[in-house]
């Protein structure tokens, strides 16, 4: 089954592929010019109806795609699929990771998130 990640140079699109990378899982990419406004034709919206990024698609069979539109759940995505062991098992450990990842995603990247949008205008 084929995946297809559509993205920008944006930190949502490239956690993504860090994880698709990480995981080892092979897919091709389509970069989508935010400035042109590729995200927000109906075309795209087809994919991700809010026009965001970024967008993983993966074929499945009988025209059944996976269509995932959150950079986090293809991460996860990524990581149970992944033949290494990206995230611990549960219990403590596992507890720890989750507590740290979610610190990094609300604290961390949503205020930089928030000052790139800002340096847009």
Do not use: W
Request: with cysteine; hydrophobic share 45%.
């Amino acid at each position: 089954m084929a995946i297809r990640l559509y993205g920008a140079q944006t930190g949502n699109s490239r956690r993504a592929a860090i994880a698709l990378e990480e995981a080892g899982i092979s897919y091709s990419v389509s970069r989508v010019d935010l400035r042109a406004g590729e995200h927000k034709t109906a075309a795209f919206r087809v994919l991700n109806p809010r026009g965001l990024i970024p967008v993983m698609v993966e074929e499945g069979k009988a025209g059944t795609d996976l269509v995932v539109t959150q950079s986090n759940a293809i991460m996860f995505y990524a990581a149970s699929r992944s033949r290494e062991r990206l995230t611990p098992d549960p219990g403590q450990e596992a507890a720890l990771f989750f507590d740290r990842l979610f610190y990094f995603i609300t604290e961390v990247i949503a205020p930089n998130g928030g000052a790139f949008a800002l340096r847009a205008c």
